[in-house]
């Protein structure tokens, strides 16, 4: 009996188990939309669009933080405000770093070529007062900085303005989780 008639005669059936075993943890995934309207459960609990529509975002104290405030709400709404009754409260907290990313040497002064701007976000959702759930999201966003001060203050807005998207993007995505989460408990 050659070597490849006795790897055949061993393989066959560990590639059979290696198949069967595949299978049944593949049955064992439950998979769905997490945007779908179709109730989560049988009680009939509103998909999570709805909820999402059915919350309210805390007022903002700095300008980054009205950022991320307006595109949530447009993100939650569909472009349809916030709600006159909501369901769920968003508190966020939102820091903001701003740090170089390379210096080089010009005329013998360090000058920074390129920097990062990160926002990073503590949310808690709460609904009549509950905490539904908390959790941090961060977002850098890298921009130039060129010699003259107002093209580096319009980068450093650019790059403000668009962290707040992202984190915007992120931050919605994260309470869509929570909320589908909470409703299979």
């Known amino acids: 009996m050659s070597l490849a008639e006795q790897n055949s005669k061993f393989l066959g059936p560990l590639c059979r188990c290696a198949t069967l ?3 049944v943890l593949a ?13 989560l459960t049988s009680s009939a609990i509103a998909g999570t669009n709805a909820q999402l529509s059915s919350i309210s975002v805390k007022p903002a104290a ?3 933080e009205q950022q991320v405030r307006n595109n949530l709400i447009f993100l939650f709404g569909g472009g349809k405000g916030e709600p006159a009754s909501p369901t769920y409260v968003l508190d966020l907290g939102i820091t903001r770093l701003n740090e170089p ?7 013998d002064e360090d ?3 390129a920097g990062t701007l990160t926002l990073i ?5 709460t609904s009549a007062g509950k905490v539904i759930a908390t959790g941090k999201r961060q977002v850098a966003a890298q921009y130039d900085v060129p010699t003259q001060e107002f093209a580096h203050l319009r980068a450093e807005h650019d790059a403000e303005n668009r962290a707040a998207r992202e984190l915007a993007e992120l931050l919605r995505l994260a309470v869509a989780q929570d909320l589908n989460r909470q409703a299979l408990q």
């Open 111 to 113: 000058q920074p070529t």
């Open 101 to 107: 990313s390379a210096i080089i040497q010009i005329a």
């Open 21 to 23: 075993a595949g299978l």
């Open 62 to 64: 700095t300008r980054y």
């Open 27 to 39: 049955s064992a995934c439950t998979v769905q939309p997490l945007y779908s309207d179709r109730p």
């Open 121 to 125: 976000s503590d949310y808690k959702l």
